[in-house]
């Protein structure tokens, strides 16, 4: 398994292996991560990008959001997701999870998941797999900033571990 991580452009380059994880405060790369996950054995690939939006719950002119995360446990965890993708999804081949850190500007992507499959199903339970796991195993915060200030995400939950999803 290839793991990429943290903060450095290296984190951004296309791994040999079937796995791409990544935590950067670089633009992601959508498109090279896209074709990288196109794999002659899948007949599928599901791919999601969580883009900032200009609002929040209270917050309705959200101009920029700012990315923190624990990053000696993030880079692991997401390895796990990776892992756990693997053994509940035999079908799946290829699997990124890239997510960026800093701040972003509305429409930018904070995250993406990419995963290839032999087929369909496989591949989007596996993406919303990946997508619910980190929001709920990774210790990543946002920080909101609109026309009335600034402030931490209005959604903050419990950390759960990967087992429990």
Known sequence: MDTLNSGSDSSLIMPDGDRWIALTSEPLPLEAAMKWAVDPKCGAVVSFSGTVRNHSDGRPDVSLLEYE????????????????????WPQVHKVAILHRIGKMAVTESSVFIVVSAEHRDSAF??????????????????????SGGSDWGSDPHEIVSVEEL
Do not use: G, R
Not at 69 to 88: H, L, N, R
Not at 125 to 138: P, V
């Open 69 to 88: 995360a624990y990053e000696e446990f993030v880079v692991p965890k997401f390895s796990e997701i990776a892992e756990t993708v693997a053994k509940q």
């Open 125 to 146: 339970e596996a993406a919303k797999f990946c997508i619910d796991a980190l929001k709920a195993s990774a210790p990543i915060w946002k920080k909101e900033q609109w």
